[in-house]
């Protein structure tokens, strides 16, 4: 079993569609991350939770929703998404050792917004 | 501002070649962490290496060399004797105080090896 796991891998959804991406570490990690990937920039990180609490909010949109309901599980809720929020969605989780976090990333969920 | 530079765009070497990849950092902190990833085409991000900023030493794991140089500001990582299953984006990233130690990541190098 892989170490962090996401689904769905592919995801195509319309502008007024409400989806939402499923993340599960089994790593016994207490962190755990959303980063969204766009072709020709940079990892931007979205959004992070230590022991189930949020602790970073990088300016996300309100149609990006997270939820954190245990230390490994991590869900991103998507609503009245825009084209330009296609782009790939990785999940990462780490076990906070206040060293410069060692994230551990699972593969992705490449969404599609028409 | 901390800032992560990887000016190699796409590099493509012939299987069995040394290839280097370079990455200059900024930050102001004394006390920061660098980092290496490898991102093959299946899309998931492979960590490949720590080092914090008190370990200047270079460091070999088999076929792979890092060169950590605090008075060029460099992180620079080298893959000896090539292979195909080396091709993939490789990103390099730095963690500070400023940062409140969440990554800053450089815009990836894509790394070509063929056959």
């Known amino acids: 079993e892989t170490g962090v796991t996401q689904t769905p891998r592919h995801l195509v959804m319309g502008m007024t569609n409400k989806k939402s991406l499923k993340c599960e570490q089994h790593l016994g990690h207490n962190a755990m991350y959303w980063y969204k990937q766009s072709a020709k920039k940079p990892l931007e990180l979205m959004f992070v939770y230590n022991f189930k609490e949020q602790t970073e909010n990088n300016s996300v949109p309100s149609r990006f929703s997270p939820e954190c309901p245990n230390s490994s599980h991590l869900f991103l809720h998507l609503h009245t998404l825009q084209p330009e929020d296609s782009a790939l969605y990785l999940c990462a989780s780490s076990p906070l050792d206040r060293e410069g976090e060692k994230l551990f990333f699972g593969s992705g969920t490449q969404l599609s917004v028409l | 501002a901390q800032k992560v530079t990887q000016a190699q765009t796409e590099i493509s070497v012939v299987e069995k070649e040394d290839v280097t990849l370079d990455c200059v950092y900024e930050t102001r902190d004394t006390t920061y962490y660098l980092f290496w990833y490898k991102q093959p085409p299946s899309g998931e991000l492979v960590f490949l290496i720590r080092?914090?900023?008190?370990d200047e030493q270079n460091e070999i794991s088999g076929r792979y060399s890092w060169n950590f140089q605090k008075s060029t500001s460099s992180f620079n990582f080298t893959i000896t004797a090539s292979q195909v299953v080396d091709s993939a984006v490789y990103f390099c990233a730095l963690s500070d105080m400023d940062s409140n130690y969440q990554l800053i990541w450089g815009a990836g190098t894509k790394l070509i090896i063929k056959p």
């Open positions: 080092r914090n900023s008190f």
